[in-house]
């Protein structure tokens, strides 16, 4: 589901708004939860990465830690 996410959202600034908007939250308190699966984090980064396009996204991830 995150790589669909990631597919999605590139590219797309309305799409990176929207997942942003509603998964940018819990995307960040996974990541501090999976820190053992390797491919699960780095799929989860690199969807950050693609919403981070989106600049109110990148405010977004600092509320949530993201640092």
């Not at 996410?5 to 998964?23: A, D, E, N």
């Not at 491919?39 to 405010?59: E, G, M, R, S």
Request: glycine share 4%; with cysteine.
């Amino acid at each position: 589901v995150v790589f669909a996410l990631k597919q999605l959202s590139q590219g797309r600034w309305l799409v990176q708004q929207r997942v942003g908007k509603h998964c940018i939250q819990s995307l960040v308190t996974e990541l501090r939860e999976s820190v053992s699966h390797v491919d699960y984090t780095t799929t989860v980064l690199v969807l950050l990465q693609t919403l981070a396009d989106f600049k109110p996204n990148c405010f977004d991830m600092k509320t949530a830690g993201v640092q």
